[in-house]
């Protein structure tokens, strides 16, 4: 069995896995704090980086620090640990979101494949046009299982309910264009006012048919404002969601959507994430849709073949990382 030690460059390594995990508007809303006696890494919430209007009540913000979580994971389990999780270990202190333990590889666990630690260098969302070209069923079939094995659910709507997702995502699209505070914080943490930006190759074209609903990073989407290109006519969409809609759950629901934007990197697969229509209330309970079993959506994945994305800015390590590094070597 391998001894819990931790030099400076693994940690390094560590904790730049976990902020390679998205986050909504790219905020990366976390900060990790070494435990060198447990050995553990607290993983604890950026609340100056949370979204006041567009997330009041951090609800994305948790989705995000349970996809870094996961990186965290596969991160330690790839460099020969076990991870021990805890999600909100204290009650006395709710930034406090999760604790993630080194344990001796030995002890029994969910193995990692290495396929899944390779895709985090690789996943990068992809706003662009994909390819007609179906995602196979067995795929469909194992991105369902990785989900269902973090808590949440999977599914992947047939293409008459697909429109209907879409049309609240652009109503989410449109209500936030109108709305002048949450367009100033969408343009805020589109540019360097959020200090790390997104470069406009980052965010895509418009889609000339109008069907996907892009979202706007520059409150400038307009006819003629930015390029636009023809995107897939029968896109791909998978509903994440999970039973129950507490804190817990939403962390949960942030490791399952990594595992499978992880799986579907390791697939060749691109993924986009539409989430305009889950910040408000009234869309966020339409697009359950009547008639199906009551499970709360999380996120809209939209999957396919095509483009890689450019890569978003990411904090360094030692910018997230408080307290003293263990030492090198």
């Given at each position: 069995?391998r001894?819990?030690?931790?030099?400076?460059?693994?940690?390094?390594?560590?904790?730049?896995?976990?902020?390679a995990?998205?986050?909504?508007?790219?905020?990366?809303?976390?900060?990790?704090?070494?435990?060198?006696?447990?050995?553990?890494?607290?993983?604890?919430?950026?609340?100056?980086?949370?979204?006041?209007?567009?997330?009041?009540?951090?609800?994305?913000?948790?989705?995000?620090?349970?996809?870094?979580?996961?990186?965290?994971?596969?991160?330690?389990?790839?460099?020969?640990?076990?991870?021990?999780?805890?999600?909100?270990?204290?009650?006395?202190?709710?930034?406090?979101?999760?604790?993630?333990?080194?344990?001796?590889?030995?002890?029994?666990?969910?193995?990692?494949?290495?396929?899944?630690?390779?895709?985090?260098?690789?996943?990068?969302?992809?706003?662009?046009?994909?390819?007609?070209?179906?995602?196979?069923?067995?795929?469909?079939?194992?991105?369902?299982?990785?989900?269902?094995?973090e808590?949440?659910?999977?599914?992947?709507?047939?293409?008459?309910?697909?429109?209907?997702?879409?049309?609240?995502?652009?109503?989410g699209?449109?209500?936030?264009?109108?709305?002048?505070d949450?367009?100033?914080?969408?343009?805020?943490?589109?540019?360097?006012?959020?200090?790390?930006?997104?470069?406009?190759?980052v965010?895509?074209?418009?889609?000339?048919?109008?069907?996907?609903?892009?979202?706007?990073?520059?409150?400038?989407r307009?006819?003629?404002?930015?390029?636009?290109?023809?995107?897939?006519?029968?896109?791909?969409?998978?509903?994440?969601?999970?039973?129950?809609d507490?804190?817990?759950?939403?962390?949960?629901?942030?490791q399952?959507?990594?595992?499978?934007?992880?799986?579907?990197?390791?697939h060749?697969?691109?993924?986009?994430?539409?989430?305009?229509?889950?910040?408000?209330?009234?869309?966020?309970?339409?697009?359950?849709?009547?008639?199906?079993?009551?499970r709360?959506?999380?996120?809209?994945?939209?999957?396919?073949?095509?483009?890689?994305?450019?890569?978003?800015?990411?904090?360094?390590?030692?910018?997230?990382?408080?307290?003293?590094?263990?030492?090198?070597?």
């Amino acid at each position: 069995m391998r001894t819990a030690t931790l030099n400076a460059a693994t940690l390094e390594t560590l904790v730049s896995a976990a902020v390679a995990a998205p986050s909504i508007h790219n905020t990366q809303p976390w900060h990790y704090r070494l435990d060198p006696y447990a050995p553990a890494l607290a993983v604890r919430a950026a609340t100056e980086r949370g979204l006041r209007h567009a997330d009041p009540e951090g609800r994305a913000l948790l989705v995000s620090v349970g996809a870094a979580v996961l990186n965290l994971r596969v991160a330690i389990a790839r460099h020969g640990w076990h991870p021990v999780v805890r999600l909100l270990p204290s009650p006395e202190d709710p930034a406090l979101l999760a604790t993630v333990r080194l344990a001796e590889a030995g002890r029994i666990g969910r193995p990692h494949r290495k396929e899944l630690y390779e895709a985090i260098w690789h996943r990068h969302s992809s706003r662009f046009p994909f390819t007609e070209h179906p995602v196979p069923e067995d795929v469909r079939a194992e991105l369902n299982e990785v989900a269902h094995s973090e808590g949440a659910g999977l599914r992947f709507p047939t293409s008459q309910e697909v429109s209907r997702l879409l049309a609240h995502t652009a109503e989410g699209e449109r209500r936030d264009s109108q709305d002048a505070d949450r367009r100033a914080e969408t343009r805020y943490w589109g540019s360097s006012g959020g200090r790390l930006g997104l470069a406009s190759a980052v965010l895509g074209p418009q889609d000339a048919r109008g069907h996907v609903p892009v979202r706007d990073f520059t409150g400038a989407r307009r006819p003629g404002a930015l390029p636009s290109r023809a995107f897939e006519r029968h896109p791909t969409l998978a509903v994440l969601s999970t039973q129950h809609d507490r804190r817990v759950d939403w962390l949960r629901a942030g490791q399952a959507l990594e595992h499978v934007l992880l799986l579907a990197t390791a697939h060749r697969l691109r993924a986009s994430l539409l989430h305009q229509g889950l910040e408000w209330p009234d869309l966020r309970r339409a697009l359950g849709g009547a008639g199906l079993p009551a499970r709360h959506v999380q996120m809209l994945i939209r999957l396919g073949y095509g483009p890689p994305g450019p890569v978003s800015p990411r904090l360094t390590a030692d910018t997230v990382l408080d307290g003293e590094a263990p030492e090198a070597g």
